[in-house]
C-alpha cells in the first residue's frame, strides 16, 4: 500500500518537475522473477527506475541510509535492502534471492556507485550471478536526463534470459563477460534517448 502510493505520487512529480518519459513498457515481464539493472548517474535514479516499472522493484541501497530511524522505517517498508559498501554482505544475498524466490523484481545498479561522469562504469558480476541462482531474466534499463532532472527518460530494453547458462559452470570470466553485454546493452538504448 505504501509503495503503490508512494509509486503514484513519484511518478506525477518526475512528469511535471523533470518531463519524466517512459519507452517500452511493453517489454517488461509481467509476472515471475526479474532483475532490473540500470546506468546510475544520479540520486533519482532509483526513483525514476522504480516508477518506470508498474511492479514493485526492491533496491538494494547503502546501510548508511538506514542510520535514521525514521528513513529505514519507511525503505524497510518499501522493500529496500540494506547492504554494506565496499563488500559482499551475505545477508544482502539471502535478501535478494528471497525477492526473486517469491517471484518479484529486484533492481541493481551494477556499476555499484554513482557515476558523475556519464559514462558507463564496468559493471559488478552481481547480478548476473543472482539472475543465475534465481533463474530469473534481466531487464535492461536507460536511465537519461536524470543528473540534469530535465527531459528525463527510462528506455526499457527487451528481457535478457540466460536460460543456457543455467546448468552450466561459469567461470568470473564468463559471468563478467555477460555482465559486460548486459552493459553494453545499456548503452546500445542510451543512443535512442
Known sequence: MIYRVAWVLVLAFLKIAAGFKIIGRENQVPSGPVIVVSNHVSNWDPLALGTALTRQVHFMAKDELFRNFLLAWLLR?????????????????????????KGEVLG??????????????????????????????????????????????????????????????????????????????????????
Not at 530469473?136 to 528506455?155: D, Q, Y
Open 77 to 101: 517498508k518499501l522493500g529496500v535492502i540494506p547492504v554494506k559498501r565496499g563488500r559482499t554482505a551475505k545477508s544482502a544475498i539471502v535478501e535478494s534471492l528471497k525477492v526473486l524466490k
Open 108 to 193: 541493481i545498479f551494477p556499476e555499484g556507485t554513482r557515476n558523475i561522469t556519464g559514462e558507463i562504469l564496468k559493471p559488478n558480476a552481481g547480478a548476473v550471478m543472482l539472475a543465475l541462482r534465481a533463474r530469473a531474466p534481466i531487464l535492461p534499463v536507460a536511465l537519461s536526463g536524470t543528473r540534469e532532472f530535465r527531459k528525463m527518460k527510462a528506455i526499457i530494453g527487451k528481457p535478457i534470459y540466460l536460460d543456457q547458462y543455467y546448468d552450466e559452470k561459469l567461470d568470473k570470466e564468463q559471468i563478467d563477460k555477460i555482465s559486460e553485454d548486459i552493459m553494453n546493452n545499456i548503452r546500445q538504448l542510451l543512443k535512442t534517448a
